[in-house]
């Protein structure tokens, strides 16, 4: 099956090939643990999630590596402003230590995770630490010092950019302009230039060039290429990575390795907008997972809302556009209890619709396409109700919406719900099929799903 991707490297749609043909070699950028995840970063993670199992659809392996970044994150890509696990402490009153930094990073860590399982996303190969990496940050940063292509300042140990050609290739068109116009020179050689060790006499390890931490872009680089090799396949992040962290991470990997290119593939998604704005968490749209279930929201209505915009065009949110995503969610499953019960043993099913299906996925996961020929297949006729439920368990296990998991759940069903059950039980034996789409409405707008079975109906929270 050919798979084609949109590289970030090239600025071109290309075939994807791996370097071996059996595996993939996988590194995304994950989070740092100094605060809860916001649905912005979360739709990242939906993106990758949904870039493995259409790798896994294609018949490869993935060892995918996504590290914690729990030190050493400053406020800023350029190394500028507040270490970020510093401001963590400073915001919930812990001792400004290592310990303090691992009791924050911990807390937030299981709280990205948590979010991770309730979106259906599956866990990396490898979620490696950075702050139990300091000695091969320290081994890499020396290793650089010795092909000369570092230099100190009285703050830390900084990458001459100036001595690799290439800089910036990853971004030529806006590098300079947009960003390294931005940052501030200091004693810096060139406003490029990136830090690789800053110094810290109350916080950090113990270093040939001083007592600190390691910088941001470095990390990323020792994990991934001690996890993945010295090249691997495809690294993801958001686009705000392009021009400097992703930027200076290829520039010290291939400056230490001595191998060109450090990676194949760039992917980068584009970000979640609200009310036209970027979603940061030093800003005032800074919604978690939890706030969305607070309002009644399943964690899944939020992952099928990303699937209908396409990675690389900014995802508009809005509780309207999420109202939609669970309506049609909640349509899906209530379709999928109803076929769940028409299936017994293996059938032989048409290809049409997988063939249509798999063509999206690997059209650049083009999920929006996808979706619609899911919908397509179930509205169907000529398609018999087992296949449709056969093909709906296929495309799940690339939409990642957990079908397979879905049951009626077990609980008291209020009174109100109860009767138009039965109302509608009775309205459908009559062949009042009106009268019936229309009681399932209003046990929908009441929060159930009805599906129908060969013994009458069975409810479920939706």
């Given at each position: 099956m050919a798979f084609t991707v949109y590289n970030t490297l090239t600025k071109k749609r290309e075939l994807f090939i791996p370097r071996q043909p059996d595996e993939v070699t996988l590194y995304t950028c994950g989070p740092t643990v100094y605060n809860y995840a916001h649905i912005g970063n979360l739709r990242a993670y939906v993106f990758e999630d949904l870039l493995k199992r259409v790798l896994l659809l294609n018949g490869y392996a993935v060892k995918h590596?996504?590290?914690?970044?729990?030190v050493g994150h400053l406020t800023s890509d350029a190394d500028e402003g507040e270490d970020k696990m510093t401001k963590g402490l400073r915001r919930e009153k812990l001792p400004l230590t290592l310990e303090g930094m691992k009791i924050l990073a911990e807390k937030y860590t299981n709280a990205f995770n948590a979010d991770l399982k309730k979106l259906n996303i599956i866990p990396p190969t490898l979620q490696p630490k950075a702050s139990e990496h300091v000695a091969e940050n320290l081994k890499f940063i020396s290793d650089l010092e010795k092909k000369g292509f570092t230099y100190r300042t009285s703050d830390g140990v900084y990458f001459d950019t100036s001595k690799v050609k290439d800089y910036g290739k990853l971004a030529?068109?806006?590098?300079?302009a947009e960003e390294h116009?931005?940052?501030?020179?200091?004693?810096?050689?060139?406003?490029r230039d990136f830090?690789?060790?800053k110094f810290n006499k109350d916080l950090g390890w113990d270093a040939p060039w001083g007592r600190g931490f390691p910088g941001w872009h470095i990390e990323c680089s020792v994990m991934a290429s001690k996890y993945l090799g010295k090249q691997f396949d495809i690294h993801c992040g958001g686009k705000e990575h392009i021009p400097v962290h992703h930027t200076n991470e290829i520039a010290q990997s291939e400056a230490a390795w001595g191998k060109k290119p450090w990676v194949k593939y760039w992917l980068h998604h584009e970000w979640l907008e609200l009310g036209g704005e970027?979603?940061?968490k030093s800003g005032e749209n800074f919604i978690t997972l939890s706030t969305l279930e607070e309002k009644g929201f399943h964690p899944l209505d939020f992952r099928y809302l990303c699937l209908g915009t396409h990675y690389r065009k900014p995802l508009m949110f809005s509780y309207e556009a999420l109202e939609g995503a669970r309506q049609a969610r909640r349509r899906l499953v209530e379709r999928y209890l109803q076929l769940k019960k028409s299936t017994k043993g293996h059938k032989k099913v048409r290809l049409e619709y997988w063939e249509r299906f798999i063509a999206d996925v690997n059209d650049d996961l083009n999920t929006p396409k996808a979706l619609a020929t899911m919908w397509d297949m179930l509205h169907d006729d000529d398609v018999k109700e087992y296949e449709k439920y056969s093909l709906l368990l296929r495309f799940d296990a690339v939409l990642g919406l957990h079908l397979k998991e879905e049951k009626p759940q077990v609980e008291k069903i209020p009174a109100a719900v109860m009767q138009l059950a039965k109302e509608r039980l009775e309205a459908r034996k009559r062949q009042d099929w009106k009268k019936a789409d229309q009681l399932r409405e209003e046990i929908r707008k009441l929060g159930y799903i009805v599906g129908d079975t060969k013994e009458g109906y069975e409810l479920m929270k939706g």
């Open positions: 590596i996504m590290n914690i970044t729990d030529p068109t806006y590098q300079e116009a931005r940052i501030k020179k200091g004693e810096k050689k060139h406003p830090a690789l060790w970027k979603m940061a």
